[in-house]
């Protein structure tokens, strides 16, 4: 009985294709909207986690915090301060630097570029590996004599000296009021998919690296330090374990002493943006519903249209459920089909989105498979009322019908 | 519920009665709000299992309800009325929808037909909702259309078939689940004389073959096909008499006058005998 219902309403369903056609458009829509939404989010959210990796799931910055009201200058870290906390927590600790850059202007001639140089430790690639195409990283001598020497991206190195292969090439730069000339050691190359690079713009200005000793000599202050844990270091067991050393060494309370890691940051960009495609993807939910009213609509007109029908069938022995189930799978067949397209539609925009953004799209197939039965239940939902109106027609009064 | 097997009531599929009708003191009021309308008073009547009965009447006379009552598609307000032994009279709609699907064979004066749906899937329908299996209802509906000249036009849609092969598909409709009692509705209604002939020839046929058919009329020339012919006015039954069928008397008028066969057929054999 199930295949013959099924049969009727693909009959019903195809001798009149431009009307189900344009009744599904509506579910068709909102669920092509759903997918779409959600797996644009949840592209996003990878892009972001991917960036944050970038950035290093291991790091974190610790400082006194900005809200205490009495700040003094023993608030800051110094060079040797940094070593010791290097010493105490070595095994827990894999790279600390004093989160240290400059932005300044590379002069080559004529040719001015903007750039922002990171200061950086020579062990800096242990935790953040560089793909270095020319030449080399910084190195320990680099960093103990405090060297004139960086490492280029190669698209700055490309501007600045019109190709990427510019080892041992000079330019001029001002570092701590300082102007000096500084020597290319080693170009790298980063790959970043176009959403990406979107969504961590930095600008116009060009990146690279530079011993952290030239940027922050000795003497030099700084507000935060900024380190790696070691694999397998727990950043959450280890944060009050530093906290509680910094605040001794400052003599601060614990609760003056702040430390931001990259994982909290992560798991709150990550929370905001799920919410985001939550609301969105609820929003576009509603265009379901008015997709459900259009159907329930058309299955009234059909109702109508077929009293007659549903005389004969009356007539020739069919119950009320009988005509009740034959309508509802009408209904049901019709909203599930549009939901199928629908996710056609929707899995195709976030595809053709992700190849003209050269970006992974993630399709979840929890939410396709919520799309699917959220639209048969739509289609079932608003099909009660036509079906049940057909069901209980007088059959005396439906064979008279013209 | 959709897989749920399919019950129907014993009493429906094993009852056989000779008087295949039964009429006591039946009265059908219509209530229309402000004035209750009499539409039949007190009628009593029988037909008995292989008749063929013609019910007459000018619109208005009743006749039209009568059919409904007799094809369960009414109730009647006072009295019973027994269809193959079974009182119809207080049984909810859906063993009554069981009883016109097993025991009814309809035959409307407008055909009738399911629009956009072959003549075959027409035929098919009332086996479909006895749960026949689609190769059984296939055969079988194929064999119907076969037995009333249609076997080669199973594929074809009511719209482009004439009147009176719609005719035939309906009555091949009607015979689909061998039932006992075949309820014709001014079936030459909508046809010309020539199809109307060929029609009631039919309907003699399966008569002959040992079908009950009862069918309401107010043409004297259709009503002359029967055996019996029931004449109605004001909702009541006014006279009721054996009539000798037109096909016989052609006959008897050519060869031998014959002793007039009164309507016997003493033992239907529901399959059988149609099949």
């Not at chain 1, 270091?233 to 530093?242: L, R, S």
């Not at chain 1, 929003?283 to 007109?301: D, E, F, K, Q």
Request: charged letters at 25%.
């Amino acid at each position: 009985m199930l295949r013959e219902n099924m049969s009727m309403a693909l009959h019903a369903i195809k001798s009149n294709k431009m009307r189900s056609f344009l009744t599904m458009l509506g579910i068709i829509i909102g669920i092509g909207a759903v997918i779409a939404i959600v797996s644009v989010g949840d592209s996003m959210r990878n892009v972001f986690t991917d960036a944050y990796k970038d950035v290093g799931i291991n790091r974190a910055l610790i400082l006194v915090s900005w809200e205490v009201t009495d700040f003094r200058s023993s608030d800051y870290f110094d060079r040797d301060e940094m070593e010791r906390v290097k010493e105490v927590f070595h095994d827990k600790i894999a790279y600390i630097d004093t989160n240290s850059s400059v932005d300044t202007e590379a002069v080559n001639r004529l040719k001015k570029v903007k750039f922002d140089f990171q200061g950086v430790d020579y062990n800096y690639t242990d935790v953040q590996p560089q793909n270095i195409i020319y030449g080399r990283f910084i190195n320990e001598a680099d960093v103990k004599k405090a060297a004139n020497h960086v490492v280029l991206e190669d698209k700055g190195a490309v501007q600045l000296f019109g190709t990427a292969d510019c080892v041992g090439r000079t330019f001029r730069m001002t570092v701590n009021k300082n102007t000096q000339e500084f020597t290319v050691v080693g170009v790298y190359h980063k790959d970043l998919s176009p959403l990406a690079a979107m969504l961590l713009n930095n600008g116009q200005k060009q990146a690279g690296f530079i011993p952290d000793t030239v940027v922050s000599p000795k003497g030099n202050m700084s507000q935060v330090l900024n380190f790696y844990v070691r694999d397998g270091v727990n950043m959450k067991e280890f944060q009050p374990e530093i906290v509680k050393y910094i605040a001794k060494t400052k003599g601060r309370k614990e609760s003056d002493i702040r430390v931001m890691s990259v994982v909290d940051q992560m798991g709150n960009v990550d929370s905001k943006l799920s919410a985001m495609s939550a609301a969105v993807g609820g929003i576009a939910a509603i265009s379901l519903l008015v997709g459900g009213i259009g159907i329930m609509n058309i299955m009234m007109v059909s109702v109508t249209e077929r009293t007659r029908e549903i005389g004969i069938r009356k007539a020739l022995g069919a119950r009320t459920r009988d005509i009740m189930i034959q309508f509802l799978t009408e209904s049901a067949l019709m909203s599930a089909c549009g939901g199928v397209i629908g996710i056609i539609l929707g899995v195709a925009i976030v595809m053709i989105g992700g190849a003209v953004l050269k970006t992974t799209v993630i399709v979840r197939p929890s939410v396709v498979v919520m799309a699917v039965g959220f639209s048969g239940l739509v289609g079932i939902f608003f099909g009660i009322y036509p079906a049940s109106k057909a069901a209980k027609a007088d059959p005396i009064e439906a064979l008279r019908y013209e | 519920m959709w897989k749920k097997k399919e019950v129907i009531p014993d009493y429906i599929t094993q009852n056989v009665s000779e008087d295949l009708i039964k009429l006591v003191d039946m009265v059908k009021i219509y209530d229309t709000g402000s004035i209750k309308v009499l539409g039949l008073k007190r009628v009593n009547l029988t037909i008995k299992r292989g008749e063929f009965v013609a019910i007459m009447g000018q619109s208005g006379s009743g006749k039209s309800t009568l059919m409904n009552i007799l094809g369960c598609l009414d109730r009647p307000t006072m009295g019973h009325y027994f269809l193959d032994g079974i009182d119809t009279a207080d049984l909810p709609s859906d063993d009554l929808s069981a009883i016109r699907n097993r025991k009814i064979g309809f035959v409307f004066q407008s055909f009738n037909l399911i629009s956009r749906t072959s003549a075959l899937k027409n035929v098919e329908l009332p086996m479909t909702y006895a749960h026949i299996s689609k190769k059984a209802r296939e055969k079988r509906a194929l064999e119907l259309l076969e037995r009333v000249g249609l076997g080669t036009r199973y594929e074809h849609m009511p719209n482009e078939l004439s009147g009176g092969q719609r005719q035939r598909v309906a009555i091949a409709r009607a015979l689909a689940n061998e039932p006992p009692l075949i309820l014709a509705d001014e079936p030459t209604g909508n046809l010309d004389s020539a199809s109307s002939v060929e029609i009631m020839e039919l309907f003699s046929k399966l008569h002959n073959e040992g079908a009950t058919v009862v069918l309401v009329t107010h043409e004297e020339d259709i009503a002359a096909f029967t055996n019996r012919i029931i004449r109605f006015r004001d909702g009541s039954l006014v006279s009721d008499t054996p009539n000798i069928p037109v096909s016989k008397r052609e006959k008897e008028e050519s060869e031998e006058p014959e002793e007039p066969e009164e309507p016997e057929e003493p033992e239907y054999q529901s399959g059988d005998a149609l099949c």
